[in-house]
């Protein structure tokens, strides 16, 4: 039997000495002043224990990781019809690219990048307003975490909508196919909004368990989603939740996963543990340096990927 | 228990009756000819219990199947240094795209599309003659499978070559970045043999048992490759076995998997089996069609979708 | 000597019979409503002589063919820094494609396509108040035609602001490259504002006069660019007035021509005259079906072609 | 009246001092030798004279330059089903590009990018083998220049044909899509063989007067082309003469003009001279920077830009 803690505890000390940690996104202000030195872990196991180690409870700006979250609430409201907006196929390009919308005649590629996410907004704010979306959205991840300190960081929201022009560029060129469907800036309000929700890898974690769990949150015993809708989430997670690093992480990690530009990163290892990392500074492709280097590791210890034959089989 | 047997009978006997088929390849010519009505599967367990149905049986042209065991041929070779000439994420387009070899300078996307596959060949065939590479690829297949019967069909290899334009035309392009090194026709000759080779459900689900078990033949216990690389092509050839449907098959299948464009795809449960499908007709990615389905109802029945909590967790 | 006023007239009297008359643009509402049986042709001379035919003074929305004029007052007050911000490259694609910005950094190919006479349009409204600065364009043009009665149809601007989002799409993809630099929705506001000049044909070939008399305007003898910069821009008409139609265009007719969707055409024989056509119904490219051919005829008639030598040689 | 003589003496001797004199083709091995000092002008005028200037009478290897005259030979052939199977609109992109054939289904833009060049090859050879193909255009050339001593340079064809994976790339593609018809090493071996063509600057301008005298040879008074396919050719030559760098030489140049990689222009002033320069040093277009910089000064002298009114006039 594998020592869990141990092995998180070792991780974080090994992180701690990592002298290449990437460099920190700056295209947003409040996350540029982040101390590169940052690393923090959290994994929670099936039967519901918690190992942490290093900054776990430091909230960070969990970004585009929200957009697992959204997808999942999306599907609870609209079913399977999302997927008639959305692709689920990896995009082979960056986060914010434009060009696949452009042959593709507005449906983008899939539900985490830039473009897919928005539309996702789009559909969550169906009907509502978006504070009212923007609420729905952010009890839906207390529930999942159990936990009511979860926050939007308003002052990141308000830096990313002021200098959101791709952002902006991306849900315009939609809303011309129609495909973004209320106002341009009432969905990307609700955007924004969800990706500057802060948690810690300890909320993360937790909130992260129904992915792990076949679609019930496991302290709960309250279904979130089918078991067969949790399945496709890890799936979108494993082929286009590192954007056009995923291949990367699949081959590294082997793991579903989304990563964020915060530096943090959400990997599900099925029937196992949820696991969140985070550490700010980013690689090329602006996936957390050490976050992945942390997860290869553990899947290293654990024999977790979901690529090899259990341990114990 | 599941009764794997009646598992894999129940589904043969369902494809049997299924009305939505698919279309043959047609750009092939000996591929034309065969019936859509053959479908065949082949089941082989961690402990060596091989479940067939159906024309499990018959050879059929394995077509880009054959990347898998070219890959690890080739990782054997060179090692690691050849993802210095190929990447190792999804590309977004089709197999037989040109496009993002121009913005990529030559570099292929990823050892399954033509391109890497072209790369791969080109590898093999370094310090040989064609013969002898198209030789080695053969014997290293029938030693997998631990079946000499395993043949290349020549006629769907001069088929090929004849028509083989945008091959040649990859070739070609990467040939003027440097990527592909020998003379340009004798590594689309390794290419197009290595293409041809005709394989039963039942010899291909035996050639790909070391891919579910760690690296290692489980029937003589010898080490193909390393676990680390077993796990990291398992990761391959989900996030890009199927094209530009990769996405798909993760999504709907949720175990790695290679197809080729005769109908055959192989996929790999981690662990518990390896499993070969045939149907000659393709839906409009490329893929099997019922293929596809008939793993879809496997994993649905078996609970092996590797973004699942194992049954007996 | 070739008699103008019956070529023209003959031209009006084909285009009459003519069957085949494109379909109007649908996506802007005011011009939906125009009668595809509209046409109207003037030819203003180097001596000063005005021959009109058909529809000749009924206004219609210049709309593209304004980013002429918007292009020679941004050149008179930022002089060649313009080229910075904008190329003079053929883009080879459609007028509204947003691909071209995202490997190309924001700097859209040329000032006529939207996404560079949006640029061009940012560079007039710097240190301007929007209304200062549709103010100033609408005066430039009258100006250049000597009619007071030209002005700006607020329902078609309008219309076009409802509904720009592809507009706004590339505004914003520009602002986040820096290249859009005042506030993205004045910037637009500039742009729809003189694309929705209203002008007649005689209106607008009175315009057009100081591009084929090298700059100056011949009635009133006053500069209005450099000879150079008279030559440039009929160049920039040469290759890129038709968007991807452009080569088409000069193929056919010969002369530097801008296209509207309104069905407009400003073509340029220089040194002998500026000729303005107007036809509703626009071809696949989106350029006036009947108004090109008119200038087809109308060049095979007189020799005018650039391309070929003087008649009078 | 202009010394035309005058003129040209000049401007090589502004030539020779020049310092920014661009870099030579290095993918060409026989041309990487050839010395940067080089510069030749030759220009003929409609009444026959003949001015030229520096190294006028020593060939160099037309390259892409040739296309002009195969095109011309093509359409004198098959007429203008010839379109059919090229387009005529700029392409946007470099000379060897290969992206947009695929999106655009084996079709390239305009016949003066290698793979409309290629396609016209195969034009050419149909029904020919490729050694009488090859002397028809020798000879088509020849005759048009008025010169027997006009002669392929083997050298230069065999580098080209054993390095050109490029061009390779191109034919086969094109193949894949039925638009290039003939064996694909024999349509490039017509394609590189009239590459290969040397000529001086004084013949280069002797063969191109059909194209400033509305297609006929002033000398012999022989109708080479019909007018309007003369006025056809060069509104091609000057929206896609100079692949990506065609605007910028409209702009500054002002005259239709087609560039090779071996440092020549020819330039037509229809209705005054054709105009040959060279100099080896190539812009970052590929297109002679010297070359161009002479025809824009040669331009400015005499006001023969077609884009201005006529001194005379």
Request: proline fraction near 4%; hydrophobic fraction near 45%; aromatic fraction near 6%.
């Amino acid at each position: 039997m594998t020592d869990l803690g141990a092995i998180v505890r070792d991780i974080a000390a090994e992180m701690a000495e990592a002298t290449e940690r990437g460099t920190v996104a700056d295209y947003i202000a409040p996350l540029k002043a982040i101390d590169l030195a940052r690393f923090g872990i959290a994994l929670v196991t099936a039967d519901g224990a918690c190992h942490a180690a290093g900054a776990a409870d430091e909230p960070f700006s969990i970004q585009s990781i929200s957009k697992v979250f959204t997808l999942t609430l999306a599907l609870g409201r609209v079913g399977d019809q999302l997927w008639q907006r959305v692709g689920r196929e990896p995009s082979g390009t960056a986060f914010n690219s434009i060009v696949q919308l452009e042959t593709e005649h507005g449906i983008p590629r899939n539900p985490f990048i830039n473009a897919g996410a928005i539309v996702v907004s789009d559909m969550i704010l169906a009907g509502h307003r978006p504070s009212e979306a923007i609420g729905e959205i952010v009890r839906f991840v207390r529930g999942l975490a159990g936990d009511e300190a979860i926050y939007v960081d308003e002052s990141v929201a308000r830096a990313e909508q002021a200098s959101g022009y791709r952002n902006a560029a991306l849900a315009n060129y939609m809303a011309a196919f129609g495909n973004v469907r209320r106002p341009v800036e009432e969905t990307l309000g609700v955007y924004v909004h969800h990706c500057a929700i802060a948690m810690s890898c300890r909320q993360l974690a937790l909130a992260g368990r129904y992915l792990m769990a076949g679609g019930i949150n496991p302290e709960t015993g309250r279904r979130i989603v089918s078991q067969r809708r949790a399945r496709r989430i890890n799936a979108l997670m494993l082929t286009c939740g590192h954007y056009d690093g995923s291949g990367e992480f699949a081959f590294r990690v082997g793991l579903p996963g989304k990563s964020g530009v915060g530096g943090g990163i959400l990997a599900i290892a099925p029937g196992r543990a949820a696991i969140a990392v985070w550490s700010p500074g980013l690689n090329e492709r602006g996936n957390s340096q050490l976050g992945t280097l942390a997860l290869e590791r553990l899947v290293q210890r654990t024999g977790w990927s979901v690529f090899e034959p259990a341990e114990d089989a």
